[in-house]
Antibody, heavy 122, light 109 residues
């Protein structure tokens, strides 16, 4: 079965750094575009970032560009999201999501983790 | 880019249908087939219902159907069941190597 398990969330202060992890099982993360999507408390979904298969490209939402970095650890079949200079507006549940299209980007996400909560507060 | 616009709520009776709209701009929805729909129940991760405008992943019943006209997409849930309740989100390729989501529609049966 395909499974994604996020970890690394927690309570941090504005300006801090944090790295989230998404461990995959049942498939190889290197073969798929992997995304991060977040959901602020009581709000809707917001796309954050994508890393294409084989690490060809990475892209970010304007709201996190220059502060967040997505990268893959092929040896651990894991995707990470490094979050720098966080602000209160980054408070959200962060989901890892797999693109449905293997070795391509179809911009639809067929596997999701349960998310990890990041709370930014002073 | 702004998020896609969805009505905040929609409702229908058991066995009936409900249709949810999703409005974008001339720069996104009309230009791509990469339009998806998801359902999210409280405390759960979203589930993919529709991809590439009209296609259903394996296991999603044909009670879920979707269409597009101009800059508005629609999802119809027919034969409403109690477990169809939840929040429904549309999403599309935004044209700038990004994805856009709608604000979500709470469906009540």
């Amino acid at each position: 079965d395909v499974e994604l398990l996020e970890s690394g969330g927690g309570l941090v202060q504005p300006g801090d750094s944090l790295t989230l992890s998404c461990a995959a099982s049942g498939f190889t993360v290197d073969h798929f575009a992997m995304n991060w999507v977040r959901q602020a408390p009581g709000k809707g979904l917001e796309w954050v970032s994508v890393i294409y298969s084989d690490d060809r490209f990475t892209f970010y939402a304007d709201s996190v560009k220059g502060r967040f970095t997505v990268f893959r650890d092929k040896s651990k079949n894991t995707v990470h999201l490094q979050m720098n200079t966080v602000s209160i507006e980054d408070t959200a549940v962060y989901f890892c999501a797999r693109d449905r299209a293997r070795s391509a980007t179809g911009w639809s996400f067929d596997a999701w983790g349960r998310g990890t909560l990041v709370t930014v507060s002073s | 880019q702004s998020a896609l616009t969805q009505p905040p709520s929609a409702s229908g009776s058991l066995g009936q249908s409900v249709t949810i709209s999703c409005t974008g701009t001339d720069s996104d929805i009309p230009n791509y087939i990469y339009l998806s729909w998801y359902r999210q129940r409280p405390g759960e991760a979203p589930k993919l219902l529709i991809y590439e405008l009209t296609k259903r992943p394996s296991g999603v019943p044909d009670r879920f159907s979707a269409s597009k006209s101009g800059n508005t997409a629609s999802l119809t849930v027919s034969g409403l069941q109690a477990d169809d309740e939840g929040f429904y989100y549309c999403s599309t390729y935004g044209g700038r190597s990004n994805a856009l989501f709608g604000g979500g529609t709470k469906v009540t049966v």
